[in-house]
């Protein structure tokens, strides 16, 4: 099938604008019609209220959890005239990973993380001799990133699950 040249170029950028780690607005279609689809137009970047939205690599919209957390407002999806944000029953596949710099994990006690966390996702599992480490529970994790916010020593990060 003949391509346009805006496809096209679409195509070439593709290795280069996103790999596996990039991660996109909520309700973001599938990444190879993604990047198609999207006009890098800003819309959903200016619409989202907390600042998560940031213009990325190629100039498309990624999450940037060091900038803010998603309220699913579904502002950014209603703001996408390009159809590269589409709402359905899951906004992404995405959870917070808990790293070594973990202040409970170097038995400083901390539970901001679960304090952050509006649907109980985290709790805290007394370790034998230690300080209650944090234990996620990916079912009820919406991949929000509130906890990654509050966290006082970015002990966390977001993965694609
Ligand atoms: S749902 Fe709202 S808070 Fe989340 S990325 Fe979209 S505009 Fe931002
Ligand atoms: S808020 Fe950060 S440092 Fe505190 S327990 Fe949670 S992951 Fe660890
Ligand atoms: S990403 Fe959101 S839902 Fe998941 S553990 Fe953190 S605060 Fe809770």
Redesign the pocket.
């Known amino acids: 099938m003949t391509q346009t040249p805006l496809a096209s170029r679409r195509h070439f950028l593709r290795g280069r604008i996103s790999d596996s780690d990039t991660l996109r607005p909520p309700w973001s279609i599938n990444e190879s019609l993604f990047v198609d689809q999207c006009r890098r137009c800003n819309d959903c970047i200016e619409q989202c209220e907390t600042g998560l939205l940031v213009s990325g690599s190629g100039g498309f919209p990624e999450a940037d959890y060091d900038k803010g957390y998603c309220t699913f407002c579904e502002q950014c999806v209603d703001a996408c005239d390009h159809k590269a944000l589409i709402l359905t029953d899951t906004p992404w596949r995405q959870l ?1 990973e808990i790293t070594d710099k973990c202040l409970a994990s170097n038995k400083v006690f901390c539970r901001s ?1 679960q304090e ?2 509006e ?1 109980e ?2 709790s805290f599992q007394l370790k034998p001799g230690g300080i209650a480490q944090p234990q ?1 529970d990916n079912d009820l ?7 990654i916010t509050d966290c006082p020593v970015q002990a966390l990060t977001m993965k694609q699950s």
């Open positions: 917070p993380c952050s966390c649907v996702a985290i996620l994790c919406t991949g929000c990133g509130e906890c």
